[in-house]
Every structure is written in structure tokens, then in C-alpha cells.
């Protein structure tokens, strides 16, 4: 480095030449966070009494279902042949809803860690993973992880490993997160083998926010990895894609508790707070520039989060319809990806439509609502979003299926999605037979290893969400793995099914299907409803239709309940008692038309679970 650009750096900067950044990736549960946890006790970064097991996931739920949501970076420094190292661990999430964190995630290094358990072998997101690597151009180091079980089988994986990423399988490093062995060896090798990351530092600055996340005290901190220039405390930055403005109020390094530092260099990584308050103004994968000296193109790959799937939530309890919407703001601050707007459903009352990047997401969001706004809540069938031409060349996007027009329509679009599925070969013509009555296409198929397979099917978003992965994983004994990334649109042959009791429309069973599902899942839901609906005084039709042309119907027989059926003898009090009981139940009864029905029968009839329907039956 020339002693000029060495001027340019902030006095306390890192020069590049010592700095690593890289990332592990690895398939869900074959150790990632164990291993990042074994880097920071042998660096010393955390001392060993103050461990506890997955340090970097912060929040509960993580740290519960053991999967990582938010990334974040760490530095660590190493020594080496008497030289100071700064490595910048970036831990990226591992869940296929989060692909564009994970990618944004890799932008920000120059090298990935490819970790692979020894005893299970490569999985599909291990390969997804790799392939977005890939695409961003890093080093790949491959690793072989928990070489401590007796079920390893080191060998066999190296040579699919090398096979796959074209090295020879001694290159293959093996390591045991667990008790450390080979984690020091895995240390030296990053800093071998990453090139240190390159940058103009007398260039104005720019910086990729690859993560950023709402902290109660002191607003939103942003993660930023520094490609040009540098920045420093009290500076004004600009958001490059909003232009908005915003004061530097502190700026620094995560080691993994938050340090202040006097600037960031070139290819240096660290926080940044500016004041906002919610994550939207700081968004993955936005540059950062300076204000007075501002750069004129914003480092490539910037895209707004596109929330995929779409469902209904509303409390079980109508009064509770004020804290669901304070409690939906404050997750907003931490959650870019989560949009919802107000809906109400003659069905359900008033709740809210919620658009998130996948089922995952939806889930995690549900049960932090639960959990930490103490709601109960319930929530519709997820679906996609469609793209409605209508013949007129009006354009309509549908997020509610209750929503989905009606004639008229010249064309609709649905979101389809590439899979990778890994299986053992026995498999195989079960998952065919799965992925072809999903509408599925496949795109092709190699073999890791002589009884391993990877498939690659494109398939519909919509039966993803219909339950894809728990067939999946029920016809494979468990033993595939799936991975999907969307992959834009196709026409396809949709209608809209209506559940119509007593002639009216109950909008939260409406569906959106293929044309040859229809008649499937109109026998199905009417099916569903004649168990789950109380008899009432008079006979209720149950039909199923599109349109105006009904494609099922049940029936359910007329009788008023006798609640005093049992009991024989004059004990007032107790047939009072009955009668009381009687009318509570009425009230939590939602009237469509003048048909009751409990509410118990529609979390069950939404619900995908057949226990749920046992106990509404109950
Ligand atoms: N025997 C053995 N077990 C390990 C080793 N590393 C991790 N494990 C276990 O494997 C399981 C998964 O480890 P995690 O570190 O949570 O995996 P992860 O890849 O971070 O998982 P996600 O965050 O869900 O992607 C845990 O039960 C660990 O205790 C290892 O080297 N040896």
C-alpha cells in the first residue's frame, strides 16, 4: 500500500492487506453456529465462563428451534507467522426464506467457509448456498464438521465434496466444532487462502449494508461492509436507493459487544447508528455514501424485499384487535420484509393481511406475536400472489384469494419457484411421483455419489405452501432436503373456489387452485365443515363452487341441541347451570347468515392439522 492511501485510512483502521472476510454455509443443523462459537472462545474473542452454547443467536425463539434468522458480523483477530490478522466472521441465516440476506450476506465477503457434516454428507442448502457463493465469486474452503462422531464418514463426503467443487478430497479440511479439533488449522487456512479484500480508499465512500436490526435503546444498527473510501463519526451518510440523510452518531466494530471505533476503512466491517428508528430507512443491501462527498453508483445487487406469501391474521379474541396492530408496528422496526394492511372478514371480524417472504417467516412472525404480545391468533391458508390479466388489459394483483375476479379474466400468473431436492436414490420415483402432482417440472438430475442424488424441479410457489415439504420429507423417510429460490412467474389455469353455507360465501375458505384441483378441495373443505359445524334448527347446505356453478355440496341435517337431554329429574340449579353454559358458547358462535358457527370450527378448518379437527369435534 502506497503511504498516501494509508493517510486516507481512519487512524485506527485495519490496513486491507490484514483483513479477511468471510462467512460459513452450511445445510440447517450441520453445525454452523457451533463452529463460530468454538472461532470465538479459541481467539479469545469470548472468554470461555461467559459461552453460552450459540452465542450469535440473540433472540429466543432462535436459540429454541436452533436456527439462525439475523445475520450479523464478528470480528476476530489472529495471529499469524507474527502477524496481526482481522478476520470479519459474517454469520449468515440459514433458512431458504431468507436467500437475499443470505446473498447480500456473501456480498460482503471474499471467502466462504463450505461446512458439511460428516456423517449426513452434502444437502440441499448446502448447494443452494454454494451456488450463491459462487455467483458472488468467493473462495471456497471446504470443511468437513463433526469428524467426532462415530457415524462420520469422513472419506465418503470428502470425494462428493471435491467432486462437487472440483478440488482433491485431502483438500478437504475436518473439524469438530464440538471439542475444537481442527478449528485452529481451519483459523490459519482463511487467512491463507482469502485474498484480503480490495478497494479504493481515496475514492468517495461506499458501504453495502448486508443487515440491520432494531435494538430498544438505541434504534436501528447497521451492519456495513466498507468497499471504498472510508467513513467516520459525526459525518452526515445517504441512503443511496432512498436518498435520505442521516447523521453517523456512532460508528464501530462487533467483537461481539459493540465497541466504538474512530472510522472504517476499506474492507472493514462494523455497525453504524444513525438515530432511525426503523429498520425501512436502513435496508439490506442499500450503499451507504457520504453526504458531502457522495459516490455516483451504488455497489450492484439492491432489490426491495418481495414478501411471497400472504395469509390473514386475527385474534381469536375481537378486543384484542388493538394490540395485534401495536404489536404488528413495533415488529415492522425490526422486520423489512413484513407488510400488512387492515381486512376485515365476515368470518374472522377484523384482522390484518400479512405479506411475508415465506412460510417460515409467517410462522416466526406468528409465534413472536404469541409470545411476546401475548395474542391469540388465527391464521388463514397462506397463499401466493397472482397477477390477474382481465380481458379489458387491466392488470390486477390478487394478495387475498377472497379478492380473485371473477369472468372476464384473459390470463394468470403465479410464482414458481426452482427446487433442489437431495435424496437417496431409492427415492427417486417417489419424489418424481410427488414434484409431478404438484406441477412440477424437472429440470434435471446428477448424482453426488453412487446412492445420492440432486434433483431440480421448477414448481408452482402455491404447492410449496400447501404442505410440499411435510409429504416431502413423509415419503423419503425423512432422509431428503429441499432448497428453492423464486424464479419469476408462469401463466397457469387457476380459479377461485368459493365455500358458500346457505348460500353464502364464507370468505376465509375461498382458495385460489388449479383448475383440475377444484373439485378436490371443494370436497374437501365442504367435507371438513359438515363434521366440524354444529346441527341447527334447520338444514344448512354446505357448497362448494366457482362462480355461479356449485362443484360440491354436504348437508347438514336439522336438530336443536338438547343440552338437558341427560338430564333426568328436577334439579333446577343444574339444568340452569346447562343452559348458562349453553349461552357462553353462543357468544364465542360467529353468525354467517343465520348459521352459528364456533369459532373452534374454523381454526380447524383452517388449520392443516387433523388434530385440530378432532378437538373442534369435541
Ligand atoms: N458431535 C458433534 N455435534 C455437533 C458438532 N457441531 C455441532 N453439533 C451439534 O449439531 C447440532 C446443530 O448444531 P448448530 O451449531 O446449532 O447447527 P447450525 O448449522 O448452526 O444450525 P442452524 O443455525 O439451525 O442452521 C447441535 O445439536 C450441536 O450440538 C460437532 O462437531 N460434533
Redesign the pocket.
Known sequence: MSPQASQALPPNATPPAQIRNFCII??????????ADRMLQITGVVEARQMRA?YL?RMDIERER???IKSQAVRIPWEQDGQTYCLNMIDTP?HVDFTYEVSRSLAACEGAVLLVDAAQGIEAQTLANLYLAMENNLTIIPVL?????PAAQPEKYAEEIARLIGCEPEDVLQ?????GAGVEELIDEIVAKLPPPVGDPDAPARAMIFDSVYDNYRGVVTYVRVVDGDLNPREKIVMMSTRATHELLEIGVSSPEMHPSKGLGVGEVGYLITGVKDVRQSKVGDTVTNAGKPADTAIGGYKDPNPMVFSGLYPLDGSDYPTLRDALDKLKLNDAALVYEPETSVALGFGFRCGFLGLLHLEIVRERLEREFNLDLISTQPNVVYEVTMDDGSEIIVTNPSEFPYGKVSEVREPVVKATILAPSEFIGAIMELCQSKRGQLGGMDYLSEDRVELRYTLPLAEIVFGFFDQLKSKTRGYASLDYQESGDQVADLVKVDILLQGEAVDAFSAVVHKDRAYAYGNMMAGKLKELIPRQQFEVPIQAAIGARIIARETIRAIRKDVLAKCYGGDISRKRKLLEKQKEGKKRMKNIGTVEVPQEAFIAALSSDDDAVDKAKK
Open positions: 452450511a445445510h440447517i443443523d450441520h453445525g454452523k453456529s457451533t463452529l450459540q443467536d436452533g436456527i439462525t440459514g464438521n463433526k469428524i467426532d462422531l473439524v469438530s466444532g464440538k471439542t
